[in-house]
Nanobody, 117 residues
Framework: QVQLVESGGGLVQPGGSLRLSCAAS????????MGWYRQAPGKSRELVAT???????NVADSVKGRCIITRDNAKKMVYLQMNSLKPEDTAVYYC???????????WGQGTQVTVSS
C-alpha cells in the first residue's frame, strides 16, 4: 500500500505557473506508474499526465506543451510543473499511484488549483 500527499496548489493568475508536488510513503515507489489527474466542478476526473517506472511520460492533449511531469525515486516524489495556466485549468488535482495500467490506483486527497484574475 502507498499513501500520497499532494501540495503546491493555490490561486494563480492566467499565464502564471505552479508546481504541484506529491509525496509518497510505503515501499516499491520506483515500480509504480505515477500520475496526476484533475476534477473540475461538475465534471469527471480526467488524466493530466502519467510517468512510468522508466520515466516514460504521457501528457493529455489539453495540457501538452504546458505541463511537465517528473519523478524523484530517491525522494519518493512526483511533480507536475504547470505553465501558461488558463482559467479552464481550475480543478482539484489528484496524485495517483498504480502497479500497472490495469490495476486499481491509490489516490491522494487532492490539492486545489484556481486560475483567476
Amino acid at each position: 500500500q502507498v499513501q500520497l500527499v499532494e501540495s503546491g496548489g493555490g490561486l494563480v493568475q492566467p499565464g502564471g505557473s505552479l508546481r504541484l508536488s506529491c509525496a509518497a510513503s510505503g515501499s516499491g515507489f520506483s515500480m509504480y506508474i505515477m500520475g496526476w489527474y484533475r476534477q473540475a466542478p461538475g465534471k469527471s476526473r480526467e488524466l493530466v499526465a502519467t510517468i512510468s517506472s522508466s520515466a516514460g511520460t504521457n501528457v493529455a492533449d489539453s495540457v501538452k506543451g504546458r505541463c511537465i511531469i517528473t519523478r524523484d525515486n530517491a525522494k519518493k516524489m512526483v511533480y507536475l510543473q504547470m505553465n501558461s495556466l488558463k482559467p479552464e485549468d481550475t480543478a482539484v488535482y489528484y496524485c495517483s499511484a498504480r502497479y500497472s495500467s490495469t490495476s486499481i490506483p491509490f489516490w491522494g486527497q487532492g490539492t486545489q488549483v484556481t486560475v483567476s484574475s
